[in-house]
C-alpha cells in the first residue's frame, strides 16, 4: 500500500509545525556582518593587490618545488647512482 500526502505550506509554516527554530534574524544579522567585513576589505580585492598576493606566494612555492626535485635527485643518485663499492 501505497500513500502520498501533498502538504503546501510556507518554510515559516513548515517550520513552526515541526518545532524547528526561526533563523532569519540570525541569518540578517551574519548577512550584515559579512557586509559590513567586505566593504572594510574592499581594497585586498583589486586587482593588483591579488596578483601581488598570489604572485609572492607562487615564488615562495615555486622555490621550495625546485628544492624538493633537487633533494630528490640527489637522494636518487646516492641510491641508484653511479657510487658503487667494486
Same mark, same amino acid.
Given at each position: 500500500?501505497?500513500? &502520498?500526502? %501533498?502538504?503546501?505550506?510556507? =518554510?515559516?509554516?513548515?517550520?513552526?509545525?515541526?518545532?524547528? =527554530?526561526?533563523?532569519? =534574524?540570525? %541569518?540578517?544579522?551574519?548577512? /550584515? /556582518?559579512?557586509?559590513?567585513?567586505?566593504?572594510? %576589505?574592499?581594497?585586498?580585492? /583589486?586587482p593588483?593587490?591579488?596578483?601581488?598576493?598570489?604572485?609572492?606566494?607562487?615564488? &615562495?612555492?615555486?622555490? /621550495?618545488f625546485?628544492?624538493?626535485?633537487?633533494? +630528490?635527485?640527489? +637522494?636518487?643518485?646516492? &641510491?641508484?647512482?653511479?657510487? &658503487?663499492?667494486?
Amino acid at each position: 500500500m501505497k500513500v &502520498t500526502v %501533498n502538504v503546501e505550506c510556507s =518554510p515559516e509554516e513548515a517550520r513552526a509545525f515541526l518545532g524547528l =527554530p526561526d533563523v532569519e =534574524p540570525l %541569518n540578517d544579522y551574519i548577512m /550584515q /556582518q559579512m557586509k559590513q567585513r567586505l566593504e572594510q %576589505n574592499i581594497h585586498s580585492m /583589486q586587482p593588483e593587490e591579488m596578483l601581488k598576493n598570489w604572485s609572492s606566494l607562487g615564488v &615562495t612555492a615555486q622555490d /621550495q618545488f625546485f628544492k624538493l626535485m633537487q633533494s +630528490a635527485a640527489q +637522494a636518487s643518485l646516492n &641510491t641508484f647512482g653511479g657510487k &658503487t663499492d667494486k
